[in-house]
Nanobody
Framework: QVQLVESGGGLVQPGGSLRLSCAAS????????MSWYRQAPGKERELVAA???????NYADSVKGRFTISRDNAKSTVFLQMNSLKPEDTAVYYC??????????WGQGTQVTVSS
């Protein structure tokens, strides 16, 4: 049974930091590209950051220099370190696993709210 379980969301003040985690199970984690997406109210889901099976990363322009994606294949976990958070980062953040667009899995999401 495939599972992606996100954690680490919450309420943080502008300028603060959060670290999201996504624990995976039920598939060969090391072979999958992993990504974080987010969806704000009234907006479409957008890609935030991605890391390939080989460790190559890419980021949305809006988070470059502030967010860092990483993975620990031994623990089947992907992380998103979010620094210098802004109110516009407020969204539900989703973990995604992708294998050559043949297999695609989603987590249930975790809420991130940036507000004073």
């Amino acid at each position: 049974q495939v599972q992606l379980v996100e954690s680490g969301g919450g309420l943080v003040q502008p300028g603060g930091s959060l670290r999201l985690s996504c624990a995976a199970s039920g598939f060969t984690f090391s072979m999958f590209a992993m990504s974080w997406y987010r969806q704000a109210p009234g907006k479409e889901r957008e890609l935030v950051a991605a890391i390939s099976a080989g460790g190559t990363t890419n980021y949305a322009d809006s988070v470059k220099g502030r967010f860092t994606i990483s993975r620990d294949n031994a623990k089947s976990t992907v992380f998103l370190q979010m620094n210098s958070l802004k109110p516009e980062d407020t969204a539900v953040y989703y973990c995604n696993a992708d294998y050559l667009r043949i297999y695609r899995y989603w987590g249930q999401g975790t809420q991130v709210t940036v507000s004073s």
